[in-house]
T-cell receptor, first 112, second 114 residues
């Protein structure tokens, strides 16, 4: 069974640009969550999608958004990038009724 | 507000020695509790989880953790550490109300001396 796949693995963007990250969950998993990991703030919850609906949202500005498609694949978008958005972005998927989250390898975003 | 505290930023142990990583949580009820491990540049791998029942849970790679409600703790242990255990370890909680929102501690980096 394939794991959680995140693409791309690495990204370099310029301040002010926008970026879209992709996450393909484990087959059959309908919940996808996103996390930001930085040395200063650690692992922080961004948002969670279930059956194409945002079910939970963390404390991030509106520049961070996401969506989920009917096949459960998810994307997150960050607009007007700031240097502080440089981070490892992790996606996790979970099966219905099971709170165990399986993580992808992450996308390393560098904003210059 | 829910929170997780891992008081040790770094821990160094000798290979073959025992290990205990501390985790304390703050939550009104008994949350679901997890330990994850992260190797450099990689995602998170689940070591073990506690939902209910037996307070001593066994995980992968020879790890175990004990839930102590009275101390709001969920410490991770391993009787004999291997060099390949060097990584960063994260304790996490989730409310367990079908929410998949994980709240993580700040992590403990484990260094293993040969």
């Amino acid at each position: 069974k394939a794991g959680v796949t995140q693409t791309p693995r690495y990204l370099i963007k310029t301040r002010g640009q926008q970026v879209t990250l992709s996450c393909s969950p484990i087959s059959g998993h309908r919940s996808v969550s996103w996390y930001q990991q930085t040395p200063g703030q650690g692992l922080q919850f961004l948002f969670e999608y279930f059956s194409e609906t945002q079910r939970n949202k963390g404390n991030f500005p509106g520049r961070f958004s996401g969506r989920q498609f009917s096949n459960s694949r998810s994307e997150m978008n960050v607009s007007t990038l700031e240097l502080g958005d440089s981070a490892l972005y992790l996606c996790a998927s979970s099966a219905t009724g099971n709170t165990e989250a399986f993580f992808g390898q992450g996308t390393r975003l560098t904003v210059v | 507000a829910q929170s997780v505290t891992q008081p040790d930023i770094h821990i160094t142990v000798s290979e073959g020695a025992s290990l205990e990583l501390r985790c304390n949580y703050s939550y009104g009820a008994t949350p679901y509790l997890f330990w994850y491990v992260q190797s450099p540049g990689q995602g998170l791998q689940l070591l073990l989880k506690y939902f209910s029942g037996d307070t001593l849970v066994q995980g992968i790679k020879g790890f175990e953790a004990e839930f102590k409600r009275s101390q709001s703790s969920f410490n991770l242990r391993k009787p004999s550490v291997h060099w390949s255990d060097a990584a960063e370890y994260f304790c996490a909680v989730t409310p367990g109300d079908s929410s998949y929102k994980l709240i993580f501690g700040s992590g403990t980096r484990l260094l293993v001396r040969p």
